[in-house]
């Protein structure tokens, strides 16, 4: 069996773990967790690597390089799913992950650095709300409020913790220095359309998407449907609508590589038939390259909600819910990747900013990311079509083991991380 065949009937493996019998699921300090983290450190233990399961859950494996206690490389993704989930989303980069150690084998043992493979436990935030809860225990950022949060059943992180084994008081030993780490490398699928637009199997990540979210309400009158006027009429629900297509105008304008805003909700009240709305809210969550231009545009979009309640005797109300920072990839981990994907074949490999969020955007904060992109049917994610060819798989193998070995290179020649080179084209 060839490798690309084995990693995809491991994920085939991986999605029978679910929680559903009539869909994927499988979600943070779950029975289905638990024996996901099992067998993937069977495959970890295969391939020649210490496996362990650390403090957050997060399942690791550990192989030393020419001398024991080295910085490691990191290659992973997370084992956790959203409900109805596809068959590659994370799970795909971990078993990525495990087969290029089994690929490289011995070579591991005269590399200038360890080499790990970490699945890790909660990156969708599916049980409890808030994401990326193990690699925020491995970036150091755990944060003590989280204990208080609860499932649908009630059950708070701490419990889940201790029913799964884990001791909440010593989640801090899941933490990484940065001096113990020479970068992490993640591979997952694109979770959209451009590289099956561009006929390309693969594609190396300029920037993780920095995002903002917020609760937008616009304030107006009730009043009776029949008895009131438009020249009378102060209707939220009117205003928040000419917002929505403002956000989408002002996002599409910026092109394909631009922006991405999303109102995913909107509520009325009163919420009769008959009556005219007095308030509607809505969300917005707005998505960029970079921090700079999410923040650019945020500025223009508010002007304009403004400006179209104001002409309609409306007030609006916003409150920030959420804010990450856009987490670029390393210029020296951009360009090991990208040599990555000719090395598999292609001799143009492509930029692409990624709009989804991943474990990568936490590991930033203590160590420098790089992530390869594969192709995925139809852009299609979170959604049990989601679908990758094996071809793909192949050479996403071939090249992610290149980057480990043009990683090693780079730190062998500069003892350092290397500087960008300009050559590294960023269009996809």
Known sequence: MSSASLVLARCAELDLLSARPDALERVHL?????????????????????????????????????EPGLPALLLGSHLDTVPDAGSFDGMLGVVMAVAVAERLGDRVDELPFALEVIGFSDEEGTRFGTALLGSRAVAGSWREEWWELRDRDGITLREAFVGFGLDPDRVGDAARRPEEMVGYLEAHIEQGPFLEAADASLGYVTSIAGARRFQLTVHGEARHAGGTPYARRRDALVGASEIVTAVERLARATGEQGCIATVGRLEVAPGAVNVVPGRADLSLDLRAATDAERDAMWQRMHRTMLD??????????????????????????????????????????????SRAGHDAMALAEVTDIGMLFLRCHDGISHAPDEDVREIDVARGLDALEQTVLEVAAAVEARGARPAYPASLTEVP
């Open 30 to 66: 779950s029975a289905e967790h638990a024996a996901a983290n099992a067998l993937v450190a069977s495959w970890l233990t295969r391939a020649g690597l210490r496996a362990r399961v650390d403090a957050a859950g997060n399942v690791c494996g550990r192989r030393e390089g020419r």
């Open 308 to 353: 179209l309640c104001a002409a309609r005797g409306l007030r609006l109300e916003v409150v920030e819910t959420h804010t990450a920072p856009a987490a670029p990839c390393a210029p020296w981990l951009r360009e090991a990747v990208a040599a990555g994907i000719r090395h598999a074949g292609d001799p143009a490999a492509p930029g692409l900013w």
